[in-house]
């Protein structure tokens, strides 16, 4: 046994020995709470009770063994409230009526709802810089492999003692990996316990587990760890040229590492203000509960509303002798008074718990200063979040609204201060004035209410703010990978007309302008996913490999190599088209928008459209690949599908086209766009699968995800309509203005 704190399931696991040279006739144990004097037991030996589980006895001739569970469920225990507790044996000596031994005495405590989350905040910030400590080895590792790689450009066969350092730097980057994983166990053994305590909602355990699979990547990299080995074995058989290539890949690996740890770290803070705010909302509702409980306990027959609905006029006097007896004959129910003396002014003052007035006051007070302690945490919340703000980085939505909901929250503490009436409830009781302690609590109800709203509506834009801007990002990041889809395809286009001799050199600047705009926006888009779970991992990916794409068809321009810079071009265009769809489901997603049973928008209609039409383009580019030894039966079956594929999508397109055919002009010629899908489909009939027929499936593909965008600047446009309509000829107001003003 310990002191300690009792855990949340209220369980304790004991194990003891005890032992006599004449033998053990009991084994108990024995408890008394705080501030009272009498021992409760429980005997080991002989039908225990519910509250002793998984009971193992092991008895000899002289001696015990037990070990057991302790389940304090029964237990009366208020947060705060503590108990001591020890085991008493008592021997089989029969002349003197058994000598009796106690243990040492132990101490259990129930903490309060607000220690139990400190102590949680406490674990996850050692987490925390756990892996803070990972991130700054991986940094320093990576600084050491730059400066490895300038040395193998300056001496490319490096002397044994370089040698030895390369291996040295291997070796660290596979320690680091390994010490990737007790942080990771770590954040496992938090999220299941979160998840069986059920402390808060499927969101945050949903974010937990993308955290966890983010370091799961990181750590079981089967293709690193294999790759770390033959480097270190096989670093003295490797010829320069080789070592060098080596290591560059060695710190792709360690920048890619590290990117992805400062990323869960980003997150894990995101997340932790998250569970902050839930802690605080969760810590307000309790105290809300509580002050309910303790408003029933002071006022357990509801005697004025009993005397409402009768139909009485007047208030019900404290010492009206139906409610005595009433009152009296409910406390007595079921149960026997410890005392004999039945004066009418003692039963009013129990309640059916049978607390007095001093007792109720008691816990009224408790409760009183836990509610002013909460006022301190709040007040620490908001110096923590402006200390954030002013570290240079710019603060993220959840933390604005954060920042936004605990100066609110603060704000309404300090002007109604709920503690106040709790305080006032508290004397009220001492003195015997419970209906004065009722209206008190009431008022404290109503300000803990007022709090717990403004809380829970903060907690609900926090949660919204950050789908929306997340939404928002994604789909200015859709637009502007569009925009430079068509300026690739005027690359392919130019590339595909000119003929030998070409002028190569305006087409490789072109693609260099589109390359670095490509990496601006998988920059910007690295910089959105460190504070922000809606965007997933593989967006990020698929735009670092558009953006290598792109650097390589660079290349192949500047080389003069049309053929194949042509074919790296629209395999760069076919990437962006379907990245664009990617993007923007990802930002309906974060947003919120669609869903439900109601039919989809022109515009979501449109967007399904495009994410088919991606779909179809990637099935003819494969089966493409595999036609160097003619069409097999069933390849001939999937040629067949993709032309019913492409069928389906022009009718879905002509059927929204007669939708809108009022809004052509916003749209564009969509019966043109109908036409090219109807001649993709009769080329895909005859199995001839051109270069032109794959840059016209990418064409439709452009067209598509253009529409889309054109009908979502349409409905936001009638909507600002809709909202200015009703004010264009509503009342002016202010003096007329003077002659020449601007406007």
Same mark, same amino acid.
């Given at each position: 046994?310990?002191?300690?704190?009792?855990?949340?399931?209220?369980?304790?696991?004991?194990?003891?020995?005890?032992?006599?040279?004449?033998?053990?006739?009991?084994?108990?144990?024995?408890?008394?709470?705080?501030?009272?004097?009498?021992?409760?037991?429980?005997?080991?030996?002989?039908?225990?009770?519910?509250?002793?589980?998984?009971?193992?006895?092991d008895?000899?001739?002289?001696d015990?063994?037990?070990?057991?569970?302790?389940?304090?469920?029964?237990?009366?225990?208020?947060?705060?409230?503590?108990?001591?507790?020890?085991?008493?044996?008592?021997?089989?000596?029969?002349?003197?009526?058994?000598?009796?031994?106690?243990?040492?005495?132990?101490?259990?405590?129930?903490?309060?709802?607000?220690?139990?989350?400190?102590?949680?905040?406490?674990?996850?910030?050692?987490?925390?810089?756990?892996?803070?400590?990972?991130?700054?080895?991986?940094?320093?590792?990576?600084?050491?492999?730059?400066?490895?790689?300038?040395?193998? *450009?300056?001496?490319?066969?490096?002397?044994?003692?370089t040698? #030895? /350092?390369?291996?040295?730097? =291997?070796? +660290? &980057?596979? @320690? %680091?990996r390994?010490?990737?994983?007790?942080a990771?166990?770590?954040?496992?053994?938090?999220?299941?316990?979160?998840?069986?305590?059920?402390?808060?909602?499927?969101?945050?355990?949903?974010?937990?587990?993308?955290?966890?699979?983010?370091?799961?990547?990181?750590?079981?990299?089967?293709?690193?760890?294999?790759?770390l080995?033959?480097?270190q074995?096989?670093?003295?058989?490797?010829?320069?040229?080789?070592?060098?290539?080596?290591?560059?890949?060695?710190?792709?690996?360690?920048?890619?590492?590290?990117?992805r740890?400062?990323?869960?770290?980003?997150?894990?803070?995101? *997340?932790?203000?998250?569970?902050?705010m839930?802690?605080?909302? #969760? /810590?307000?509702?309790?105290? =809300?509960d +509580? &002050?309910? @409980? %303790?408003?029933?306990?002071?006022?357990?027959?509801?005697?004025q509303?009993?005397?409402?609905?009768?139909?009485?006029?007047?208030?019900?006097?404290?010492?009206?002798?139906?409610?005595?007896?009433?009152?009296?004959?409910?406390?007595?129910?079921?149960?026997q008074?410890?005392?004999?003396?039945?004066?009418?002014?003692?039963?009013?003052?129990?309640?059916?718990?049978?607390?007095?007035?001093?007792?109720?006051?008691?816990?009224?007070?408790?409760?009183?200063?836990?509610?002013?302690?909460?006022?301190?945490?709040?007040?620490?919340?908001?110096?923590?979040?402006?200390?954030?703000?002013?570290?240079?980085?710019?603060p993220?939505?959840?933390? #604005? /609204?954060?920042?936004?909901? =605990?100066?609110?929250?603060?704000e309404?503490?300090?002007?109604?201060?709920?503690?106040?009436?709790?305080?006032?409830?508290?004397?009220?009781?001492?003195?015997?004035?419970?209906?004065?302690a009722?209206q008190?609590?009431?008022?404290?109800q109503?300000?803990?209410?007022?709090?717990?709203?403004?809380?829970?509506?903060?907690?609900?834009?926090?949660?919204?703010?950050?789908?929306?801007?997340?939404?928002?990002?994604?789909?200015?990041?859709?637009?502007?990978?569009?925009?430079?889809?068509?300026?690739?395809?005027?690359v392919?286009?130019?590339?595909?007309?000119?003929?030998?001799?070409?002028?190569?050199?305006?087409?490789?600047?072109?693609?260099?302008?589109?390359?670095?705009?490509?990496?601006?926006?998988?920059?910007?888009?690295?910089?959105?996913?460190?504070?922000?779970?809606?965007?997933?991992?593989?967006?990020?990916?698929?735009?670092?490999?558009?953006?290598?794409?792109?650097?390589?068809?660079?290349?192949?321009?500047?080389?003069?190599?049309?053929?194949r810079?042509?074919?790296?071009?629209?395999?760069?265009?076919?990437?962006?088209?379907?990245?664009?769809?990617?993007?923007?489901?990802?930002a309906?997603?974060?947003?919120?928008?669609?869903?439900?049973?109601?039919?989809?928008?022109?515009?979501?209609?449109?967007?399904?459209?495009?994410?088919?039409?991606?779909?179809?383009?990637?099935?003819?580019?494969?089966?493409?690949?595999?036609?160097?030894?003619?069409?097999?039966?069933?390849?001939?079956?999937?040629?067949?599908?993709?032309?019913?594929?492409?069928?389906?999508?022009?009718?879905?397109?002509?059927?929204?086209?007669?939708?809108?055919?009022?809004?052509?002009?916003?749209?564009?010629?969509l019966?043109?766009?109908?036409?090219?899908?109807?001649?993709?489909?009769?080329?895909?009939?005859?199995?001839?699968?051109?270069?032109?027929?794959?840059?016209?499936?990418?064409?439709?593909?452009?067209?598509?995800?253009?529409?889309?965008?054109?009908?979502?600047?349409?409905?936001?446009?009638?909507?600002?309509?809709?909202?200015?309509?009703?004010?264009?000829?509503?009342?002016?107001?202010?003096?007329?203005?003077?002659?020449?003003?601007?406007?």
């Amino acid at each position: 046994a310990e002191d300690r704190p009792l855990e949340r399931d209220l369980k304790l696991a004991i194990s003891a020995v005890a032992a006599d040279d004449v033998g053990l006739a009991r084994l108990d144990l024995v408890w008394r709470q705080d501030g009272t004097d009498e021992w409760a037991r429980i005997p080991l030996l002989d039908a225990p009770g519910p509250s002793i589980v998984d009971l193992e006895l092991d008895r000899g001739e002289s001696d015990v063994a037990a070990s057991f569970i302790w389940d304090l469920g029964e237990v009366d225990l208020l947060p705060g409230d503590g108990l001591a507790y020890a085991l008493e044996a008592t021997d089989n000596n029969a002349r003197v009526g058994g000598q009796v031994t106690r243990s040492q005495t132990w101490r259990l405590r129930l903490p309060t709802i607000s220690e139990l989350f400190q102590e949680d905040r406490s674990e996850r910030q050692e987490s925390g810089e756990d892996l803070r400590d990972l991130l700054a080895e991986g940094q320093e590792l990576r600084e050491d492999l730059e400066r490895l790689n300038r040395e193998l *450009l300056k001496d490319p066969d490096p002397e044994w003692q370089t040698r #030895e /350092e390369i291996r040295d730097t =291997l070796e +660290r &980057q596979e @320690e %680091l990996r390994q010490s990737l994983e007790d942080a990771s166990d770590e954040l496992r053994r938090q999220m299941e316990d979160f998840e069986r305590e059920n402390a808060g909602n499927l969101d945050t355990l949903e974010k937990m587990e993308m955290i966890q699979e983010l370091l799961e990547d990181l750590k079981d990299d089967e293709t690193l760890q294999a790759w770390l080995e033959a480097m270190q074995e096989a670093m003295d058989e490797l010829s320069p040229m080789e070592i060098q290539r080596q290591m560059e890949d060695s710190l792709a690996r360690q920048e890619e590492f590290n990117r992805r740890l400062d990323r869960t770290i980003e997150l894990l803070k995101e *997340l932790e203000r998250e569970r902050r705010m839930s802690d605080l909302v #969760e /810590e307000t509702n309790e105290y =809300l509960d +509580r &002050q309910r @409980e %303790l408003a029933e306990m002071t006022d357990p027959s509801g005697e004025q509303e009993s005397a409402d609905e009768s139909g009485e006029e007047g208030e019900q006097e404290p010492g009206d002798e139906s409610s005595d007896s009433e009152d009296s004959s409910d406390s007595e129910e079921g149960a026997q008074s410890e005392s004999s003396e039945g004066e009418q002014s003692e039963s009013d003052s129990e309640s059916e718990q049978g607390l007095s007035d001093e007792e109720l006051a008691e816990l009224q007070e408790r409760l009183q200063e836990e509610v002013e302690r909460l006022e301190q945490q709040v007040q620490e919340e908001l110096e923590r979040l402006r200390e954030e703000s002013e570290g240079g980085e710019s603060p993220s939505p959840t933390a #604005e /609204e954060m920042q936004k909901a =605990l100066e609110e929250a603060l704000e309404q503490m300090q002007q109604q201060k709920p503690s106040e009436p709790m305080g006032e409830a508290s004397e009220q009781l001492q003195d015997g004035e419970r209906d004065e302690a009722s209206q008190s609590q009431d008022e404290a109800q109503e300000r803990l209410l007022s709090l717990y709203q403004i809380l829970v509506q903060g907690q609900s834009m926090m949660q919204q703010s950050s789908g929306k801007f997340a939404g928002e990002k994604l789909q200015q990041t859709a637009f502007d990978l569009l925009q430079l889809s068509h300026r690739e395809e005027i690359v392919v286009d130019a590339l595909r007309d000119g003929g030998r001799g070409q002028n190569m050199r305006p087409l490789t600047r072109e693609q260099s302008r589109i390359t670095r705009a490509s990496g601006k926006l998988s920059t910007d888009l690295e910089d959105l996913a460190r504070q922000n779970f809606n965007v997933p991992e593989r967006l990020l990916t698929a735009l670092r490999q558009l953006v290598e794409l792109s650097e390589a068809t660079g290349e192949e321009l500047e080389y003069g190599r049309a053929g194949r810079s042509r074919e790296s071009a629209r395999d760069v265009m076919g990437d962006m088209n379907r990245l664009v769809t990617s993007l923007l489901s990802a930002a309906q997603s974060a947003s919120g928008s669609g869903g439900g049973g109601a039919m989809p928008s022109p515009s979501e209609q449109m967007r399904q459209m495009a994410e088919e039409q991606g779909r179809l383009n990637g099935m003819t580019r494969d089966l493409r690949k595999r036609l160097e030894h003619g069409l097999s039966p069933g390849e001939r079956r999937q040629l067949a599908e993709m032309q019913a594929r492409q069928q389906a999508i022009r009718e879905q397109l002509q059927q929204l086209r007669e939708q809108l055919d009022d809004e052509r002009r916003v749209l564009g010629d969509l019966e043109d766009l109908a036409e090219s899908m109807e001649q993709v489909e009769d080329e895909l009939g005859t199995g001839e699968l051109s270069d032109d027929l794959q840059r016209q499936q990418e064409n439709i593909h452009s067209r598509l995800l253009d529409a889309e965008r054109s009908i979502r600047e349409r409905d936001f446009a009638k909507r600002r309509e809709s909202r200015e309509g009703g004010q264009l000829f509503g009342e002016q107001s202010g003096e007329d203005r003077a002659t020449g003003e601007e406007d």
